[in-house]
């Protein structure tokens, strides 16, 4: 048995600096720069995360600075920049809401555990071909549920207990529209078109960062001069007026039964973790021309996940935005990662009492943004036009997301796509039975080989079945079925020809096996044709080569068919 070795799965890119010693100070600049202009950039959205998830500020902030740290540290892509995103708004707030904090740090931790797992067995690949009408669905679904939340901060309504599921919110927000307040809906306005035209300036500073300050700025000024009091951080989170404490590691209380009732939501937390961080990953390969390993970086995702929580962060992943940002502002390597979190640190510790005065419409306005930028409509839109399964999947993974639960909308989307992809494969696949003249027919290659040979003669007592396709669960029925419908008095041999088979599955053996077994009994030799080596290889694995007999196995038609013709005049 081959040991197995860590080192082939993780190899996190920043050993690479001092494999090649290559990192010199010209580099280093860069990365500094580049790390401080993300830090700014990750500030605002952490903050907005955080409070979006149902947890406070300083808990999304705490989240980029840890996370943000370890991913670059350990992960296996050069330009990642880890972090909180939108995408696990939806699930924190749900899992907030009915577990608490306690709940959530063993989800993350779970989720972590998960994807370390993922990585050690080379899942890595494998998550990339999570087909695109489930990414894009639940994305999507995400990016509602996004604005949904919001929209009680945006309009200034009077919500005392804002419901978590989609349709009792905007119940509420329905039923409190008399408490809309104008104030809070023109500084909010104004703050997300402050981000909507603010690139049109320049891009070196986020369109963020300046709504936040205008913001805070007139929200100050109109408090003082004109009394128009504003919803802010500090009013949701009074506790932070008095300063903050750098959080130490706690653990939770664990049981059996929690762990049970969270491996579900966490394991939601970690394909959606595996998919965004490694989507992210690739377009920075697109970009830059570099490549990071998959496997590595769901290892370095999940030590991040399981460390995290324990300062008091939530479940955090690759963000695209910011990896983005960090490749445009000269990023060289992941030292540019390390520097966004370490100034986010530094804002952490000397300037987070300041984060008091910001309003809560002006985090709105940011998350309506992120929502704008997630809900790819333009593609929702582009897929509506595909054929009838991926627009199924895509609108029932969209539908769950936005209106039962995240976690319910990926699992129903990844079985409703297994299930369409067997069904299509199957439509693709045939077995059926050939005639003396479609078995030359189809032959040419084969026949080529042998000039002597026109044609090929096939006794009447020989019944040749063809195998088109990957011979797996979707298709093996069939192969019984045909045999039944189709079975012949005075047959003596059946060829199964699969020269059309690149693999085999044990169901597609089992009724394989079955066939052999019901010929054997009604005095019917079988005889296998054109196996190839990967199946060939599978069935003396198995030991079915041994018990049909390796003489009954032949490389093509041909031979098959002269040893099936002498087996038939001999019967």
Not at 72 to 85: K, N, R, V, Y
């Amino acid at each position: 048995m081959a040991k197995f070795n860590l080192a082939e799965v993780f190899q996190p890119k920043i050993l690479e600096l001092f494999k090649k010693g290559n990192y010199n100070k010209q580099t280093f600049t860069a990365d500094l720069i580049a790390g401080i202009i993300v830090g700014i950039i990750a500030l605002p959205l952490a903050i907005a995360f955080g409070i979006a998830s149902g947890v406070s500020p300083q808990q999304g902030l705490i989240t980029a600075v840890v996370a943000g740290f370890l991913v670059s540290l350990l992960g296996g892509s050069h330009f990642l920049i880890g972090g909180p995103t939108g995408a696990f708004i939806v699930i924190v707030y749900g899992i907030v809401a009915q577990y608490g904090i306690s709940g959530l740090i063993i989800a993350t931790v779970l989720a972590g555990i998960i994807l370390v797992l993922m990585g050690v067995f080379k899942l890595g690949s494998i998550i990339k071909f999570i087909p695109y009408p489930i990414v894009v669905g639940f994305t999507s679904g995400i990016a509602v549920v996004i604005f949904s939340t919001q929209v009680k901060d945006f309009l200034g309504l009077t919500i005392d207990n804002l419901p978590s599921e989609f349709i009792p919110q905007w119940g509420a927000y329905f039923s409190h529209i008399s408490t809309f307040n104008l104030n809070e809906f023109l500084l909010s306005l104004g703050c997300l078109l402050i981000i909507i035209f603010w690139p049109k300036v320049t891009n070196k500073v986020p369109g963020s960062l300046i709504a936040i300050i205008v913001g805070t700025g007139a929200s100050i000024i109109l408090a003082k001069y004109c009394g128009i009091e504003f919803a802010t951080i500090g009013s949701k989170f009074p506790e932070l007026a008095n300063g903050i404490e750098i959080p130490k590691p706690t653990a939770p209380n664990i049981t059996w039964d929690t762990v049970q009732s969270m491996f579900q939501p966490a394991f939601t937390i970690a394909l959606l973790c595996a998919i965004e961080s490694l989507l992210a990953a690739m377009v920075a390969d697109g970009v830059t021309g570099k490549r990071h390993n998959s496997n590595t970086e769901l290892i370095g995702q999940g030590i991040a996940n399981i460390i995290t929580p324990f300062f008091g962060g939530i479940p955090a992943t690759g963000a695209l935005a910011r990896t983005m940002a960090n490749i445009n502002n000269g990023g060289k390597s992941p030292v540019a990662g390390i520097v966004h979190a370490i100034v986010l640190l530094l804002i952490f510790l000397f300037l987070m009492p300041y984060a008091v005065y910001i309003p809560l419409g002006c985090l709105a306005a940011i998350l309506v943004m992120v929502a704008y930028n997630m809900s790819e409509w333009r593609t929702f839109k582009y897929l509506l036009k595909g054929n009838k399964m991926d627009v199924s999947v895509l609108l029932i993974t969209f539908f769950l997301t936005v209106v039962i639960d995240l976690t319910v909308a990926i699992e129903v989307g990844l079985v409703l796509a297994i299930i369409l992809f067997v069904k299509r494969i199957s439509e693709t696949s045939s077995i059926k039975v050939l005639e003396g003249d479609s078995v030359a027919g189809t032959e040419n290659d084969e026949i080529a080989q042998l000039a002597d040979t026109e044609h090929l003669d096939i006794a009447p007592g020989v019944e040749i079945y063809e195998i088109d396709g990957p011979f797996f669960f979707g298709l093996a029925s069939k192969l019984d079925e045909i045999d039944r419908d189709l079975r012949k008095q005075g047959i003596k041999v059946r060829i199964i020809r699969m020269r059309k088979v690149p693999f085999m599955d044990s169901t597609g053996l089992n009724n394989l096996r079955s066939l052999w077994k019901r010929s054997n009994r009604e005095n019917v030799q079988i005889i296998l044709s054109g196996v190839n080596e990967n199946v060939l290889a599978y069935l003396n694995k198995v030991g079915f080569a041994q018990e049909l007999g390796e003489e009954y196995i032949f490389p093509h038609i041909i031979p098959a068919v002269a040893k099936a013709n002498e087996l038939s005049e001999r019967k």
